[in-house]
């Protein structure tokens, strides 16, 4: 992954109400979840959702589907660990991690 794409990532997180969202669809799992789904469980406006959710589609976290008459937005596990990779990949100076290090430095 690009420095670019990380930083877009990163900065889409950047908001308390986008990382509440994410959060909630990495929980859910591959199931995913409506936009109506996800409304009820944050307590947030149709509008302001909607308005997140494209930034978090945009940034390439979060995929959406059509199915039928809904939208289902899942976490994109590839994406998520591309950026985690980025973030840890010279971790321990590159040396492979001690599990005390590991704690130290990488979690």
């Given at each position: 992954?690009?420095?670019?794409?990380?930083?877009?990532?990163?900065?889409?997180?950047?908001?308390?109400?986008?990382?509440?969202?994410?959060?909630?669809?990495?929980?859910?799992?591959?199931?995913?979840?409506?936009?109506?789904?996800?409304?009820?469980?944050?307590?947030?406006?149709?509008?302001?959702?909607s308005f997140h959710l494209k930034e978090l589609v945009g940034a390439g976290l979060v995929t959406q589907?059509?199915?039928?008459?809904?939208?289902?937005?899942?976490?994109?596990?590839?994406?998520?660990?591309?950026?985690?990779?980025?973030?840890?990949?010279?971790?321990?100076q590159g040396q492979a991690c001690e599990p005390a290090a590991k704690a130290a430095c990488c979690n």
């Amino acid at each position: 992954m690009d420095e670019n794409s990380v930083i877009t990532a990163l900065a889409a997180l950047a908001h308390p109400l986008r990382l509440q969202v994410f959060r909630a669809l990495v929980v859910v799992g591959e199931t995913g979840l409506t936009p109506g789904a996800i409304q009820q469980a944050l307590d947030v406006p149709g509008a302001t959702l909607s308005f997140h959710l494209k930034e978090l589609v945009g940034a390439g976290l979060v995929t959406q589907e059509r199915a039928s008459r809904n939208l289902i937005y899942r976490a994109n596990y590839p994406a998520m660990n591309a950026v985690l990779g980025y973030l840890t990949e010279n971790c321990c100076q590159g040396q492979a991690c001690e599990p005390a290090a590991k704690a130290a430095c990488c979690n």
